[in-house]
């Protein structure tokens, strides 16, 4: 059974063709789709929350509209894993004598840092009074201070360039706050940003540890863990205190799984959120898996966001009621894109050498075979026929 899994997880790999293409775009490719996904995401969740969707009438709000986004992106989940066939990376267990898609503890554990992001973003951009261009600020902002920190825990090396813009993304972050009503903001929008920038603490920690190799199987087996975890944590994040009924927010949570669902207007374009964020999870994830530091990859992500929130923010204005930016948003914006530029520059200013690492030491090509083992976490990826028959006439059962 054991070599029969091993045997379709090549199979898998062999006959799809979108194996070698979903990686392939390159790093600018991946970004201009980061790009065509995020403003319809962003734009969907804050005309949802200010109630300007055809036919729903009212404001829908952030927890209420959460479950049907959980499960547009679970519905999505399992479609693209089978359209790129890269199920025969995922890490399984036998369970009762049967095989099934488990992840290892650690990858658990990076799907858990995942839902928590994907969770809050889209509450941070249902508050009401708080157009997209603050929120965002502080969240690219936010993640962009984190960059250098989270190098220098992990022992990357962390270029001048970044001290640079980790400066330049406190200014922007200054003045986006200087734009926004505390009130309006409250408390659950500060926790929700905190908890953002949490995850990506954890995600981040975690990636470094046993992905962003350079080497394609490890990194498509983390991709493919984290993504068949992600979702289900999302979702269970909205039915836990939903069931429990915690407080109003658990209430909130609960309508959104028994009379937001039944609500077709309105759950058409929450499923939507969902659908737009699993092509968001596919695009980011893969720009973050550059080996490169993150002081490289992060800005690559996030000046994709930051362009696509100030085009759904100015085509909300046009479509709808919903009020332009004000001109703090728009100067906080021009340091954030400052600090992206200062961040890109010296990858930018050598297009003919190889990506710059900050991995000082060397790695085996295939760094899960002896006398290297797999990164902590990630499972061997499947042997090929050929290495499983020749283990086979040399190893005992």
């Given at each position: ?8 997880g090549?199979?898998?790999?062999r ?13 600018l490719g991946?970004?201009a ?8 995401y ?11 969707v ?17 499960l ?5 989940m399992p479609?693209?894993l ?6 025969g ?26 839902a ?29 201070v ?6 220098l ?18 200014t922007?972050v ?8 505390g ?7 500060a ?35 984290e993504?068949?975890?992600?979702p ?5 994040l ?9 407080g ?9 799984f ?6 077709p207007?309105?759950v ?31 800005p690559?992500?996030?000046?994709s ?26 100067v ?41 083992p797999?990164?902590?976490g ?20």
């Amino acid at each position: 059974m054991v070599r029969e899994g091993r045997e379709q997880g090549t199979r898998a790999r062999r006959q799809h063709p979108g194996v070698r293409a979903a990686a392939g775009l390159g790093v600018l490719g991946l970004a201009a789709a980061y790009f065509a996904a995020y403003v319809p995401y962003s734009a969907l969740v804050k005309a949802l929350s200010s109630g300007e969707v055809l036919g729903v009438g009212e404001p829908v709000g952030g927890l209420v509209m959460l479950p049907a986004a959980a499960l547009g992106q679970l519905a999505a989940m399992p479609l693209v894993l089978s359209a790129v066939g890269w199920w025969g990376y995922a890490h399984r267990r036998t369970i009762r004598g049967r095989r099934v898609v488990l992840p290892t503890a650690t990858m658990l554990w990076a799907g858990f840092w995942m839902a928590l992001i994907i969770s809050t973003t889209t509450l941070n951009y249902s508050f009401t009074g708080v157009s997209i261009l603050p929120m965002l600020l502080l969240m690219r902002g936010g993640v962009l201070v984190l960059c250098p920190v989270v190098d220098l825990v992990r022992r990357r090396a962390v270029q001048p360039a970044s001290w640079v813009a980790l400066v330049l993304s406190l200014t922007a972050v200054t003045v986006a706050l200087g734009d926004v009503d505390g009130y309006a903001l409250g408390l659950g929008g500060a926790l929700s940003v905190g908890a953002y920038l949490v995850g990506y603490v954890g995600r981040f920690t975690i990636m470094s540890g046993v992905a962003k190799t350079g080497d394609p199987e490890v990194d498509r087996r983390y991709f493919v863990d984290e993504h068949v975890a992600a979702p289900v944590f999302v979702l269970l994040l909205c039915a836990v205190p939903a069931v429990a009924g915690v407080g109003a927010w658990g209430a909130e949570l609960r309508e959104g799984f028994t009379g937001f669902l039944l609500t077709p207007p309105a759950v058409v374009p929450a499923f939507a959120v969902g659908i737009c964020y699993e092509a968001l999870f596919v695009f980011g994830t893969w720009i973050y898996l550059d080996r490169r530091e993150y002081t490289w990859a992060v800005p690559v992500n996030r000046c994709s966001s930051l362009l696509a929130g100030l085009v759904s923010a100015f085509a909300l204005t046009a479509l709808t009621d919903v009020p332009l930016p004000g001109d703090a948003q728009l100067v906080a914006y021009v340091f954030v894109l400052a600090a992206v530029a200062v961040l890109a520059w010296p990858g930018l200013a050598r297009p003919g050498r190889p990506p710059r690492s900050s991995v000082t030491h060397a790695r085996d090509p295939r760094p899960w075979t002896t006398p290297h083992p797999a990164p902590s976490g990630i499972a061997p990826p499947p042997r090929s026929t050929h290495e499983s028959h020749a283990n086979d006439r040399s190893t005992p059962p």
